[in-house]
């Protein structure tokens, strides 16, 4: 069988299994896209994007080697390997640096189109490129490694700490991170997947070569890059609509570069048309929200699709992929019935 239907995961007697990949999304958990609701937003204009919270509770949740319940007065985090100053920091020392908080969409690499993997938060914690500024990294650092106190590893380029939205999270809408959710702190990078973000994480090492972590060296993208979608959020696939009018809505995602675009078909493909996008308040980190006024819909089945374009003007790829090795593509597609 193809490799991309299958990765491993762990469980929580530790043993790393083999199974398929329909079945690990079963394991993750997390809330159907319809739960977004954006048309209940509709009238909160430009900040309806940052509104739209999903409570933490139905955050989607995924781990690699379980859940560790981490004692705080026992955890650090520690900076080392290629810097001048090597930095640990207890849970309070980290709680005490100057706060910094956002609204943030994080989504999983392993979502499929549409998928119910992705979740927007508020986040506080603090921003990490002044600690790494701090350490001061040497020019023979290549990548930084990120561990986690499970035992998962991923892995950056130095360019990518420079980002100065990077930050370490404490707090998800403003609460101490649950256990689940990585406490005492994770770390958060706009506009790339969760895999490339660990939860409970203890420590930030700087090496002089490319380093693969735990997914990676099964083949998972090791950029991790969020891929540009446009999602119909309703009407849901399968529906009946009536009425003369009908409003679609849905959101559109992207990496660091946001969503400059957004295009609707009703019929399948063969035509498209510029959608308005009516809150896009953090392009490079949280979902923008759009809508389309359809008119005078034909009776019957009709296929709806949606496109997005990101901030370079570069339209998403058209061609129907799983989500194996670097995150999901194709057009979000649903058939709805008018009547």
């Given amino acids: 069988m193809e490799r991309r239907h299958f990765i491993s995961v762990a469980g929580g007697l530790g043993l790393g299994l083999l199974i398929p990949g329909v079945i690990y999304r079963y394991l993750m958990r997390g809330t159907n896209v319809g739960d977004a609701n954006i048309r209940a937003y509709l009238n909160d204009g430009p900040q309806a994007a940052l509104r739209a919270i999903t409570p933490t509770e139905d955050f989607y949740l995924t781990s690699s080697h379980g859940e560790p ?26 709680r005490a640096l100057p706060p910094y908080e956002t609204i943030l969409t994080l989504e999983c690499i392993s979502n499929s189109i549409g998928g119910r993997f992705i979740g927007n938060a508020k986040w506080t914690g603090t921003l990490l490129k002044p600690i790494i500024d701090r350490a001061g990294v040497l020019p023979t650092a290549k990548y930084a490694v990120f561990y986690a106190a499970e035992g998962y590893t991923t892995g950056h380029p130095v360019s990518h700490l420079d980002d100065p939205a990077n930050f370490l999270a404490y707090n998800i809408n403003g609460e101490p991170l649950p256990r689940q959710h990585g406490f005492p702190l994770r770390v958060l990078m706009p506009g790339r997947y969760g895999m490339k973000m660990p939860k409970w994480l203890t420590r930030i090492e700087f090496v002089d070569s490319e380093y693969l972590g735990y997914w990676e060296r099964q083949g998972w993208s090791n950029t991790g890059d969020r891929k540009t979608q446009g999602i119909i959020d309703d009407p849901h696939n399968l529906s009946r609509i009536t009425g003369d009018t009908f409003v679609v809505t849905g959101y559109a995602i992207g990496d660091t570069s946001g969503i400059s675009k957004v295009e609707i078909s009703t019929d399948g493909g063969s035509h498209w048309q510029e959608v308005e996008i009516f809150s896009n308040p953090n392009p490079s980190q949280v979902w923008a929200f759009w809508k389309f006024v359809w008119k005078n819909a034909p009776k019957g089945k009709q296929t709806l699709k949606a496109r997005a ?23 979000h597609t649903i058939e709805v019935t008018v009547g």
Avoid: C, H, M
């Avoid at 004692?71 to 090597?86: H, Q």
């Fill in 309 to 331: 374009t990101d901030g370079r003007g570069k339209l998403q790829s058209s061609i129907d992929g799983g989500e194996w090795p670097d995150g999901a593509t194709g057009y």
């Fill in 69 to 94: 319940a981490v004692d705080e007065k026992k955890w650090s985090l520690t900076i080392d390997g290629l810097v001048k100053n090597s930095l640990r920091f207890n849970y309070d020392e980290i």
